[in-house]
């Protein structure tokens, strides 16, 4: 009876993957995967722009196992696509209720005169009318896929070669910070012409300003046309800029989680829904603040300067920090500031809420007869 057993174990061990090993020891090992999957989205998600920021997942292996013991394998392809549909749809649902604040951010970044978050908005309303507040919706819904499936499957990558590069385990904060920063790179070097388009829809509505462009098509065009392909990464230098205030959020994010877990008592207890997103709220908006200047840098860079204009914005980065500096102040690099912080809670609590509600409904729906 003991050497049936012994053979069992052994036989078990060797074919892990396509057979059950004991129920206690995979559901040990099922939470521990889960617990860590569902920190690595959270950090893939919290600190990316899909600005706005801002993946098609290459499908594992056929021999990975969708399902370990009722739960989706971390690991697999179908995991994955998940993660990807899940963040696409998050976006769209944020995108949906923030783009207003979106485009009265970007209006009082490109303009040169000191206007109020009031004044502002009803000179879009006076010229575009309700819809002129949704301008850059179709850019923004258009650039989700390809942000969020850019970004996870580039996360992926540089976590996995980072890993075995250094030698250091998947767990520690430093290789999701790394990852994040250069996943954010390649993402914000890819969707960058998507942005540059977003941009131009919005600020030719300005008051003064001619509409040149009728669409994101013609819009693409007309840029490639005139600029050449050039003009479709206008802007990048600070996109790429911006990418470092991961460093500044992801620091922050862990502290305060570390700090409301001992207010709680209990250092290795999980924090619950609303800790996460007032940790990950909290340390989105000092990194804002810290990184900012950086976002009115690009605005201005991807804008179509005025003919008439005394304020074309020329050269590179340093050049036109230097320009906005001396002509508008210190205060120049932070306009529209204000409504960024405003928009910034409820996109995150949206994005967060969203995502998970969705990632749920789709393993559920998609896995609950497998």
């Known amino acids: 009876m003991q050497r049936k057993e012994k053979r069992y174990v052994k036989s078990s061990k060797s074919d892990s993957n396509n057979e059950t090993i004991s129920s206690s020891t995979i559901n040990n090992v099922n939470n521990k995967n889960n617990n860590v999957d569902n920190n690595n989205n959270k950090a893939k998600y919290k600190n990316h722009h899909l600005e706005d920021d801002d993946e098609?997942?290459?499908a594992s292996s056929t021999s990975d196992n969708h399902r370990q013991n009722g739960h989706l394998n971390p690991n697999s392809g179908a995991a994955r696509l998940i993660e990807m549909a899940a963040g696409c749809g998050a976006g769209a649902m944020a995108s949906l209720i923030t783009t207003p604040l979106d485009v009265l951010k970007t209006t009082m970044q490109v303009q040169h005169k000191n206007k109020s978050i009031i004044s502002t908005y009803h000179q879009i309303i006076e010229r575009g009318g309700f819809r002129g507040l949704y301008v850059g919706l179709k850019p923004t819904l258009l650039g989700l896929a390809p942000?969020?499936?850019?970004?996870?499957?580039?996360?992926?990558l540089f976590k996995s070669s980072f890993a075995d590069l250094l030698h250091i385990s998947h767990d520690n904060p430093f290789l999701?910070?790394?990852s994040a920063v250069g996943a954010g790179a390649c993402t914000s070097t890819v969707t960058?012409?998507?942005w540059v388009i977003k941009t131009r829809l919005i600020t030719q509505e300005m008051k003064g300003r001619q509409k040149r462009y009728t669409g994101i098509t013609q819009c693409f065009l007309s840029i490639i046309r005139e600029e050449g392909i050039k003009g479709l990464y206008r802007g990048l230098g600070p996109s790429l800029l911006g990418v470092l205030h991961v460093g500044v959020q992801f620091p922050l994010y862990e502290k305060f989680k570390l700090y409301?877990?001992?207010e709680k008592g209990n250092?290795?207890?999980?924090?619950?829904?609303?800790?996460?997103?007032?940790?990950s709220s909290l340390?989105?908006?000092?990194a804002s603040i810290v990184a900012y200047p950086h976002e009115v840098l690009r605005s201005r860079l991807q804008d179509t300067p005025t003919p008439d204009s005394q304020n074309n914005y020329k050269g590179g980065l340093i050049q036109n920090f230097k320009q906005i500096f001396k002509q508008e102040g210190f205060r120049g690099l932070y306009k529209g500031m204000g409504i960024n912080l405003v928009r910034v809670t409820p996109s995150c609590v949206i994005t967060f809420t969203s995502y998970e509600y969705i990632k749920k409904h789709l393993e559920n729906s998609l896995f609950a007869d497998k």
């Open 176 to 178: 999701h910070m790394g």
């Open 283 to 286: 340390s989105k908006i000092i």
């Open 192 to 194: 960058n012409p998507i």
């Open 267 to 279: 250092v290795n207890e999980e924090l619950g829904v609303v800790d996460i997103m007032a940790a």
């Open 260 to 262: 409301l877990k001992k």
């Open 56 to 58: 098609v997942f290459a």
């Open 147 to 156: 942000t969020w499936s850019i970004y996870f499957s580039s996360y992926t």
